[in-house]
């Protein structure tokens, strides 16, 4: 399937897959993150039952302590 | 007058919520209090120490006072007219939606990345609509060109997005500065239109 991973275009080789596979798929190893599924925010707890399907706009966002 | 008078006029009556008076917080709020910005909503439960003064905007005689407090002293002696809001408080899931109600922009100021996740889960989820500026990844020193804006609907995250403080690669003035002054300029960019 084809979605849009911040910003850019992305091909996954899988028919579906939850945002939590994604985010292993993709090796985002970073432990605090914030996720968006077309626009709507996908809490952590949720990201294992929310399914990423073909066309979604899927936003990572990692964050970094420091201040 | 100032010779951004119009600009002054323009931001005079906005409000600008800083969530945290560390090095992001205290560096942010006291550009923002140069412009004009008419009214700083500021929060912060902790106390300036002597370790802080390496990048956060308070003085060595301010050691010991909350940094509320400490920041509403160095704000209004920028800019006595400059309302400041002091929330000397925790901030949590709970809190946030009620303390940045009014602010036109909030700016995320915290240290902890557990607490940039939750002021980011909070105002996504409990105030759509309002614009929320976050900073991540300010550590150690150099590297210009790794800083950077990434934006996702009304957040927007400044920073390397790599580098994480540790014990090689402290939270220094110049880069925290950078951070800070790149969220307040966000800010601005939000509040006047671009340029």
Redesign the interface.
Same mark, same amino acid.
Do not use: Y
């Given at each position: 399937m084809e979605i849009q991973l911040?910003n850019n275009k992305e091909i996954i080789e899988r028919d579906q897959l939850t945002l939590a596979e994604l985010i292993q798929y993709k090796n985002f190893t970073f432990?605090? $993150?914030?996720t968006?599924i077309n %626009?709507r925010?996908v809490?952590k707890e949720d990201r294992d039952n929310v399914f990423v399907k073909n066309g979604d706009d899927v936003?990572v $966002?990692?964050?970094?302590?420091? %201040? | 007058m100032f010779p951004d008078h119009n600009i002054r006029e323009k931001l005079k009556d906005k409000v600008v919520g800083i969530a945290?008076c560390?090095?992001?917080?205290s560096n942010c709020a006291i550009a923002l209090a140069r412009v004009g910005v008419g009214k700083l909503v500021i929060a912060d439960y902790d106390e300036v120490e002597i370790a802080n003064l390496n990048r956060q905007y308070f003085f060595s005689d301010q050691v010991g006072k909350a940094k509320v407090l400490a920041l509403r002293e160095n704000i209004n002696r920028i800019d006595p007219l400059i309302k400041v809001e002091m929330h000397e408080i925790q901030l949590n899931e709970g809190n946030i939606p009620l303390i940045y109600k009014d602010c036109d922009v909030i700016v995320e100021?915290?240290?902890?990345?557990?607490l940039?996740?939750m002021i980011?889960?909070t105002v996504?989820?409990k105030m759509p609509g309002y614009y929320l500026i976050?900073?991540?990844?300010?550590?150690g020193w150099g590297a210009n060109g790794t800083i950077g804006v990434?934006v996702?609907?009304n957040?927007y995250?400044i920073?390397d997005?790599?580098?994480?403080?540790s014990a090689d690669y402290p939270?220094l003035a110049p880069r925290?500065g950078i951070v800070a002054n790149m969220q307040a300029n966000q800010v601005l960019e939000i509040l006047l239109g671009k340029m």
């Open positions: 911040n432990p605090l $993150l914030v968006k %626009g925010l809490k936003t $966002l990692h964050l970094i302590s420091g %201040g | 945290g560390g090095g992001l917080g100021a915290f240290d902890r990345a557990d940039k996740q980011v889960e996504v989820e976050c900073g991540s990844g300010l550590a990434t996702s609907g957040l995250i920073g997005g790599t580098n994480e403080v939270p925290v």
